[in-house]
Every structure is written in C-alpha cells, then in structure tokens.
C-alpha cells in the first residue's frame, strides 16, 4: 500500500513539473494568471451583458471571487489540485444566467489573451481549456435532452 502511494505521489510530482516546464515554455507563470484574472473579470464587471449578472452575484465579494479564479486557473495550468470548487453548482440557479452569456463569456476571454498572452501558444492553450470549460458548463446547466430525442418531430 505504501509503495502504492509513494508511486502516485511521483506520478503527480513528475505531471506537475512537466506542466510547469510546459507552460514556462510558453511565457505561463503565476504572475501572468493572476494578470488574466484581474484584466479578464475587470472587463467581465464593466461589460454590458455579462457585467450585470457577475455584479448582482459577487456584489461585495469581487476579491473572493478573484482569488478562487486564480486559484481555480493555476491549478488547471500547472495541475497543482490547489482548487477543489464546485463550477456547476456555482453556476447554478444565478439570476440572468443563460447559455448566449457563455458565447459572450469566450469573446471577452479571446479579446484579453489577444491583448496580454505572452505568446500565441499561451492563448491557444487557455482559449482551448476556456472553451472546453464553456461547454462543460453550458451542457451542464442548460441541456435538455429532449431536444435529442430520435423520436421527436424535427420541423
């Protein structure tokens, strides 16, 4: 058993070296997620659509908020496992949320990483994971699988 573990916390140990190798590479750090973070939900609080929605909800919990996004994105660029939150159920039942946001959401996300990736790769690799999150969480809170029925007219 103890070999067992010892064997997984190597394995865990070599992927997050590997990944802060990777991301190293690409001009990824801590620093520049904490950058994304702030001019990424900056833009998200001043935007027209998105802006009323994150406001209602973090009204007074902005900096909260901030701090489990960074630690939320460190953990997926560098596999920490330092975020354990719960994206969905966070989601969840928000007032004014709907699936388009989630569009706008990915837009504003390109517009930043256009303005401050520090390569193109870097903006590759977080639009690719942003959109795989999008999606996960549009699914997820906005799926009907009765629209995919087989058995259901189609117009």
């Not at 916390?9 to 904490?34: K, N, P, S, T, Y």
């Not at 004014?96 to 990915?106: I, S």
């Amino acid at each position: 058993m103890d070999n067992d573990m010892q064997d997984r916390a190597a394995h865990l140990a070599a992927l997050r070296a590997r990944a802060q190798a990777q991301m190293g590479a690409i001009g990824v750090d801590e620093a520049f997620i904490a950058h994304l973070v702030e001019t990424f939900y900056g833009r998200i609080a001043d935007h027209p659509h998105l802006g009323p929605v994150f406001n209602a909800r973090l009204e007074g919990r902005w900096p909260a908020h901030m701090a489990k996004m960074t630690s939320f994105w460190s953990s997926l660029v560098f596999r920490s496992g330092a975020y354990g939150g719960k994206p969905v159920q966070a989601h969840a039942g928000i007032p004014g949320m709907a699936a388009e946001l989630f569009e706008q959401w990915l837009a504003l996300f390109g517009t930043t990483l256009d303005d401050i990736a520090p390569s193109t790769a870097a903006k590759d690799w977080f639009m690719t994971t942003a959109e795989r999150i999008a999606r996960s969480l549009t699914l997820s809170l906005f799926y009907d699988p009765a629209l995919d029925d087989p058995a259901r007219p189609r117009r």
